[in-house]
C-alpha cells in the first residue's frame, strides 16, 4: 500500500510540474527569442535541408536555455516509432540507441510525451517510473533529467517530439519551458515546410516523366536572373550535349534564320509582359547544331507574374513535330487524290452518256460531207470548206472515242508522238474557234517525242489552246505554244502560254479539280483542265500553271520522252486517266 501512495505522490507530482509548465511564461528573453525565431524562418526560407533547419532550432534551445541538450525525434508513418532528428550536443551512441524507438505509456520522457500528446516532465531520471526500462542506459551517459514537448499539428496529428536534457536533476522554470513551446512550433513549421517541398519535387518527378514519356522537351527562364534551365529532350531536340548550359540567346540563335524575327517579336512580347497571361502555341523552325538538320519545333509557353504584376518566369513545354506535320500533310493529299478520282470517276460516267448522243449526232455530219464532197469538183470554192468540215467532224467522232473509252476504263492505244508535229497537225483547227484579234505564235527547239495516245494528247492541247482564248476574250493577245525538251533531254515540254488576266494563288491550288471554274455560269464546265491533268499523269507526267493576275498564265506539259523500249502493250493500270 506503501509503494502505490508513494507511487500515486510520484504521479501527481508530474501532473503538477506539467501544469506549472504549460502556464503562461513569465520573464523570457523575448528579444533573443525572436531574434533567433527569425534567423530560423530565414533559413528555412533559403530553401535549407530539414536536417540542417532542425540541428539550427536545437542550437537554439541550448543557446536560449543553458544548459540544456537539445533533442528533436520525428515520429514515422507508422505512428509508432519515432526517429532521430537531431541531437547535436548528445552522445552520438545515445542517438542512435533512441532511433526507432517505439511510443507507449511509460517509454521515457519522448515515448511517453508522443503517446499521450502531452508535455512531460521527469526532474530526475533516476527516480521517475517513466524511465523504469531505459533508466540505466541513459544514466550511462550522465543524462539526470528530460522534458519533453509533443509537436502536434492543427488537426491533432503528432509528428514527433523536442526535448531538453540536463546532466543533474532539475525542474523546468516558466522561463526554460517558455522557450521549448515555440521551438516546438518552429519543429512544426519547419515539417510542413519539408512535406510541401516533398510533394512539389513528387509532382515535379511526375510531371518529368509524363513529359519526357510523351517526347516534350521543357524550358524554364527567370526573367528577373536570365537563368535558363532546358530539360535533356529539350536539348536533345535542339541538337545540343546534356551538358550544354543555355542562355538567353541560346534558343533565338537556333531558330531557322526566315523564323527569327518572328520568334523574337513573341517572345519579348511576353518576357515585356504586355498583359500576356495565357498559354501561348507558336511553330518555328530550326536548324539543329549537331547535324544542321532543319525540324519544325512547336512551343507552348506562359509567362508567370509576381505579386507586384510583373513577369518573373517563362515556362513551356516543345515538342519536334516536323513528322507529325508531313504526315497531316500526306494525309490531307491522299484525301484529296481520293476526292478527286472520285470526282473523275463521276465525270467519267457522265461523259460516257454525253459521248453517246454526241457520236449519234456526228454520224449524219460525217456522212453527209463526205457525200457531198464526192459530189463537188475539187474546183468548187465550197470544196474546201466541205473538207474542213468532215474534218472537224472526224476530229470531234475521235474525241468522243476517246472519251467512251475512258468511261468504260478501256486500254487506249499508244504509239510515238511528236509534240512538234502534233502541234503543226492541230493548229488550223484550232485556229477556227479562236479570235482573229488573238495571235497563235509557236516556237520549237528540237522535235521531242512521247509514247503516248495521239488523240489524247490533241486533246489536252485543245483544252489548253482553248482555255487561253478563253481567258483573253476578244481583246487583243497572244497565245505562244512552245515544245522544247528539259532535264538534260529526258523530258519533253508542251507549254501554252497567254498574256491574259491571270490566275490568283487561290484558284491554282484547285485548277485541275473536276467541275472547277474561274468563269461566269454558263461560260465552262469546270471539266477541261482536270480531263488534261487526267490524261497527263496517266501517261506518267505532269501538268504544272505558273500565273500571276495582271501577268497571263503559263501551263506545261511535262511526259517522259520516248525510248524505243516504251513500244509494248501499256499495262491494265493505264486504262483510266485518273491513275
Same mark, same amino acid.
Not at 330 to 341: D, G, I
Not at 356 to 385: F, R, W, Y
Not at 444 to 458: C, I, S, T, Y
Given at each position: 500500500? &506503501?509503494?502505490?501512495?508513494?507511487?500515486?505522490?510520484?504521479?501527481?507530482?508530474?501532473?503538477?510540474?506539467?501544469?506549472? /509548465?504549460?502556464?503562461?511564461?513569465?520573464?523570457?528573453?523575448?528579444?533573443?527569442?525572436?531574434?533567433?525565431?527569425?534567423?530560423?524562418?530565414?533559413?528555412?526560407?533559403?530553401g535549407? !535541408?530539414?536536417?540542417?533547419?532542425?540541428?539550427?532550432?536545437?542550437?537554439?534551445?541550448?543557446?536560449l536555455?543553458p544548459?540544456?541538450?537539445?533533442?528533436?525525434?520525428?515520429?514515422?508513418?507508422?505512428?509508432?516509432?519515432?526517429?532521430? %532528428?537531431?541531437?547535436?550536443?548528445?552522445?552520438?551512441?545515445?542517438?542512435?540507441?533512441?532511433?526507432?524507438?517505439?511510443?507507449?505509456?511509460?517509454?521515457?520522457?519522448?515515448?511517453?510525451?508522443?503517446?499521450?500528446?502531452?508535455?512531460?516532465?521527469?526532474? =530526475?531520471?533516476?527516480?521517475?517510473?517513466?524511465?523504469?526500462?531505459?533508466?540505466?542506459? &541513459? @544514466?550511462?551517459?550522465?543524462?539526470?533529467?528530460?522534458?519533453?514537448?509533443?509537436?502536434?499539428?492543427?488537426d491533432?496529428?503528432?509528428?514527433?517530439t523536442?526535448?531538453?536534457?540536463?546532466?543533474?536533476?532539475?525542474?523546468?522554470?516558466?522561463?526554460?519551458?517558455?522557450?521549448?513551446?515555440?521551438?516546438?512550433?518552429?519543429?512544426?513549421?519547419?515539417?510542413?515546410?519539408?512535406?510541401?517541398?516533398?510533394?512539389?519535387?513528387?509532382?515535379? /518527378?511526375?510531371?518529368?516523366?509524363?513529359?519526357?514519356?510523351?517526347?516534350? *522537351?521543357?524550358?524554364d527562364?527567370?526573367?528577373?536572373?536570365?537563368?535558363?534551365?532546358?530539360?535533356?529532350?529539350?536539348?536533345?531536340?535542339? %541538337?545540343?550535349?546534356?551538358?550544354?548550359?543555355?542562355?538567353?540567346?541560346?534558343?533565338?540563335?537556333?531558330?531557322?534564320?526566315?523564323?527569327?524575327?518572328?520568334?523574337?517579336?513573341?517572345?519579348?512580347?511576353?518576357?515585356?509582359?504586355?498583359?500576356?497571361?495565357d498559354?501561348?502555341?507558336?511553330?518555328?523552325?530550326?536548324?539543329?547544331? =549537331? =547535324?544542321?538538320?532543319?525540324r519544325l519545333?512547336?512551343?507552348? *509557353?506562359?509567362?508567370?507574374?509576381?505579386?507586384?504584376?510583373?513577369?518573373?518566369?517563362?515556362?513551356?513545354?516543345?515538342?519536334?513535330?516536323?513528322?507529325k506535320? +508531313? +504526315?497531316?500533310?500526306?494525309?490531307?493529299?491522299?484525301?484529296?487524290?481520293?476526292?478527286? @478520282?472520285? $470526282?473523275?470517276?463521276?465525270?467519267?460516267?457522265?461523259?460516257?452518256?454525253?459521248?453517246?448522243?454526241?457520236?449519234?449526232?456526228?454520224?449524219?455530219i460525217?456522212?453527209?460531207?463526205?457525200?457531198?464532197?464526192q #459530189?463537188?469538183?475539187?474546183? =468548187?470554192?465550197?470544196?474546201?470548206?466541205?473538207?474542213?468540215?468532215?474534218?472537224?467532224?472526224k476530229?470531234?467522232?475521235?474525241?468522243?472515242?476517246?472519251?467512251?473509252?475512258?468511261?468504260?476504263?478501256? #486500254?487506249?492505244?499508244?504509239?510515238?508522238?511528236?509534240?512538234?508535229?502534233?502541234? $503543226?497537225?492541230?493548229?488550223?483547227?484550232?485556229?477556227?474557234?479562236?479570235?482573229?484579234?488573238?495571235?497563235?505564235?509557236?516556237?520549237?527547239?528540237?522535235? !521531242?517525242e512521247?509514247?503516248?495516245?495521239?488523240?489524247?494528247?490533241?486533246?489536252?492541247?485543245?483544252?489548253?489552246?482553248?482555255? +487561253?482564248?478563253?481567258?483573253?476574250?476578244?481583246?487583243?493577245?497572244?497565245?505562244?505554244?512552245?515544245?522544247?525538251?528539259?532535264?538534260?533531254?529526258?523530258? +519533253?515540254?508542251?507549254?501554252?502560254?497567254?498574256?491574259?488576266?491571270?490566275?490568283?494563288?487561290?484558284?491554282?491550288?484547285?485548277?485541275f479539280?473536276?467541275?472547277?471554274?474561274?468563269?461566269k455560269?454558263?461560260?465552262?464546265?469546270?471539266?477541261?483542265?482536270?480531263?488534261?491533268?487526267?490524261?497527263?499523269?496517266?501517261?506518267? %507526267?505532269?501538268?504544272?500553271?505558273?500565273s500571276?493576275?495582271?501577268?497571263?498564265?503559263?501551263?506545261?506539259?511535262?511526259?517522259?520522252?520516248?525510248?524505243?523500249?516504251?513500244? /509494248?502493250?501499256?499495262?491494265?493500270?493505264?486504262?483510266?486517266?485518273a491513275?
Amino acid at each position: 500500500m &506503501a509503494m502505490a501512495a508513494a507511487k500515486e505522490r510520484r504521479i501527481e507530482s508530474q501532473r503538477g510540474a506539467t501544469r506549472r /509548465a504549460t502556464r503562461t511564461p513569465g520573464r523570457l528573453p523575448w528579444k533573443a527569442l525572436l531574434d533567433e525565431r527569425g534567423k530560423i524562418i530565414d533559413l528555412m526560407a533559403s530553401g535549407a !535541408p530539414l536536417k540542417e533547419t532542425l540541428v539550427e532550432i536545437a542550437h537554439m534551445v541550448e543557446r536560449l536555455a543553458p544548459p540544456a541538450l537539445c533533442s528533436v525525434l520525428l515520429l514515422q508513418p507508422d505512428g509508432r516509432h519515432l526517429r532521430h %532528428g537531431a541531437g547535436p550536443s548528445l552522445p552520438d551512441a545515445y542517438n542512435a540507441a533512441i532511433n526507432d524507438l517505439e511510443i507507449g505509456p511509460s517509454v521515457g520522457s519522448c515515448g511517453t510525451a508522443a503517446y499521450r500528446k502531452t508535455p512531460v516532465i521527469v526532474s =530526475d531520471i533516476a527516480t521517475d517510473p517513466l524511465w523504469e526500462g531505459p533508466r540505466e542506459f &541513459a @544514466l550511462s551517459f550522465g543524462l539526470r533529467a528530460c522534458w519533453s514537448q509533443p509537436v502536434i499539428r492543427h488537426d491533432g496529428v503528432v509528428l514527433g517530439t523536442i526535448a531538453m536534457y540536463y546532466r543533474e536533476p532539475r525542474k523546468p522554470s516558466d522561463r526554460d519551458f517558455g522557450v521549448l513551446q515555440p521551438s516546438a512550433g518552429l519543429v512544426r513549421l519547419a515539417l510542413a515546410q519539408h512535406r510541401k517541398e516533398e510533394e512539389l519535387r513528387t509532382a515535379e /518527378a511526375r510531371n518529368r516523366i509524363a513529359v519526357e514519356a510523351a517526347e516534350f *522537351g521543357t524550358y524554364d527562364i527567370d526573367l528577373g536572373t536570365e537563368t535558363v534551365n532546358w530539360s535533356r529532350r529539350f536539348k536533345e531536340i535542339l %541538337g545540343v550535349p546534356e551538358s550544354f548550359q543555355p542562355q538567353m540567346s541560346s534558343l533565338p540563335s537556333i531558330i531557322h534564320a526566315d523564323d527569327r524575327a518572328r520568334f523574337n517579336a513573341g517572345f519579348q512580347g511576353w518576357a515585356g509582359g504586355e498583359g500576356v497571361r495565357d498559354a501561348r502555341v507558336n511553330e518555328f523552325r530550326i536548324v539543329r547544331v =549537331d =547535324d544542321g538538320a532543319e525540324r519544325l519545333l512547336e512551343l507552348r *509557353g506562359r509567362v508567370l507574374f509576381n505579386t507586384q504584376d510583373l513577369p518573373s518566369r517563362a515556362i513551356g513545354i516543345c515538342a519536334d513535330v516536323t513528322d507529325k506535320r +508531313a +504526315a497531316e500533310r500526306n494525309r490531307r493529299e491522299t484525301e484529296q487524290k481520293v476526292h478527286q @478520282l472520285q $470526282k473523275m470517276e463521276a465525270v467519267g460516267r457522265l461523259a460516257g452518256g454525253i459521248a453517246h448522243d454526241l457520236n449519234n449526232t456526228l454520224m449524219p455530219i460525217l456522212g453527209l460531207s463526205k457525200l457531198a464532197m464526192q #459530189e463537188m469538183s475539187p474546183l =468548187d470554192p465550197h470544196h474546201e470548206a466541205m473538207e474542213l468540215i468532215h474534218r472537224s467532224g472526224k476530229r470531234a467522232r475521235d474525241l468522243v472515242n476517246q472519251i467512251l473509252t475512258f468511261s468504260r476504263k478501256e #486500254e487506249i492505244a499508244r504509239e510515238a508522238v511528236s509534240f512538234a508535229a502534233l502541234v $503543226k497537225e492541230s493548229l488550223p483547227l484550232l485556229r477556227i474557234g479562236i479570235p482573229a484579234t488573238v495571235a497563235i505564235q509557236t516556237k520549237f527547239e528540237g522535235n !521531242p517525242e512521247v509514247w503516248a495516245n495521239r488523240g489524247q494528247l490533241d486533246q489536252v492541247l485543245s483544252n489548253l489552246v482553248t482555255n +487561253a482564248a478563253q481567258a483573253i476574250g476578244d481583246r487583243r493577245g497572244f497565245i505562244r505554244i512552245e515544245v522544247s525538251t528539259v532535264d538534260d533531254g529526258k523530258t +519533253a515540254r508542251l507549254a501554252v502560254i497567254d498574256d491574259g488576266p491571270g490566275i490568283d494563288a487561290a484558284a491554282q491550288q484547285r485548277l485541275f479539280e473536276p467541275f472547277f471554274t474561274t468563269k461566269k455560269i454558263g461560260e465552262g464546265t469546270g471539266l477541261g483542265l482536270s480531263v488534261a491533268h487526267g490524261i497527263v499523269t496517266s501517261h506518267g %507526267g505532269r501538268i504544272e500553271v505558273a500565273s500571276r493576275p495582271g501577268e497571263g498564265a503559263t501551263f506545261q506539259v511535262f511526259l517522259p520522252l520516248f525510248k524505243y523500249t516504251d513500244a /509494248a502493250p501499256a499495262p491494265a493500270a493505264d486504262m483510266a486517266l485518273a491513275k
